[in-house]
């Protein structure tokens, strides 16, 4: 448990109707997006977290109407996507179309021309991390009806045959390292830090009660909350109650801890670097005194 405890980027969450977005959707689903020269259909956009000089990435959730489709484009940092509901499509240039699912995650290289949107008959969501330091996203020609409409299911790549479970993503593993936390708590790795993206995306699946010891992320951290209800809390400071669909920013070298409520289930993707500092355990008292 002595690795970063991650939680993810930008587009996430599709349906068909209002009533089904509420069901489904871990974020709310944001505005249409403004510029319609660079996609197909309708796709709805909620900034989850900007870039700022702490945390160089920005978080963004994209919500495709079934059919609706980005243009051809390049991510000079690249990208990573969370895919957090239905089916869509990513392809890569000179590369065969790959089906994806909800449960999947795909990284974008740096410098690669690619595209992704929704399958015909289905919405299609995902949470989007996109380091900022190398610029901005490089827009080019858009995919053609030609292109799209050429995709077969029995032709693509299909790497994931979907979860079943009502988690977005597999539970993971108990974690290890039992002097790190109290309870039981889930691990999944769903990427992790290297040459390019530096940082690890970690979901952190909660037992009812279940609680990690005081802690120190010393670049930050920030907390997706995916599932549930929990306590965020910073040393000398109150308790928040967070809830599915909040985004919370660790403070470089601010001590804290994150715990599930009494009664509830709770799940988080943390986004972060290594390098966790593990400090005493979380009191029976301190817990007990959460209102």
């Known amino acids: 448990m002595k690795k970063a405890f991650y939680l993810l980027i930008v587009f996430s969450a599709t349906f068909t109707t209002s009533a089904f977005a509420q069901e489904t959707s871990v974020f709310p689903k944001g505005e249409i997006g403004t510029n319609t020269d660079n996609y197909t259909g309708t796709i709805w956009l909620n900034e989850l977290s ?4 702490i945390f160089k990435f920005g978080i963004a959730q994209a919500v495709y109407a079934p059919g609706s489709k980005l243009d051809w484009h390049i991510h000079p940092g690249g990208q ?25 995650v795909i990284k974008c290289a740096p410098g690669v021309e690619h595209w992704h949107g929704a399958t015909p008959n289905s919405t299609f969501a995902y949470v989007a991390i996109s380091p900022s330091e190398k610029g901005k996203t490089i827009w080019k020609n858009r995919v053609t009806d030609a292109e799209y409409n050429s995709i077969k299911p029995d032709k693509t790549l299909n790497n994931n045959s979907g979860v079943q479970d009502t988690s977005i993503f597999p539970k993971g593993f ?10 039981t708590v889930w691990l999944n790795g769903l990427s992790m830090e290297d040459s390019v993206f530096p940082f690890s995306l970690m979901q952190a699946t909660f037992a009812p009660g279940s609680r990690l010891r005081w802690h120190i992320h010393p670049k930050g951290q920030i907390l997706l909350i995916m599932k549930g209800t929990g306590y965020y809390m910073e040393k000398g400071k109150p308790a928040r109650i967070v809830h599915k669909g909040d985004v919370i920013k660790c403070t470089p070298g601010v001590a804290h801890t994150h715990m599930a409520a009494p009664n509830s289930d709770f799940a988080y993707i943390g986004i972060e670097s290594r390098g966790i500092k593990w400090l005493e355990r979380v009191t029976d008292d301190e817990y007990n005194s959460v209102k």
């Open 80 to 104: 990573i996507l969370l895919i957090t509901e239905g089916t869509g499509y990513y392809q890569e240039k000179g590369k065969p179309v790959q089906i994806v699912h909800k449960g999947d």
């Open 174 to 183: 108990v974690a290890p390292n039992t002097d790190d936390y109290t309870g």
């Open 50 to 53: 900007k870039p700022d000089s």
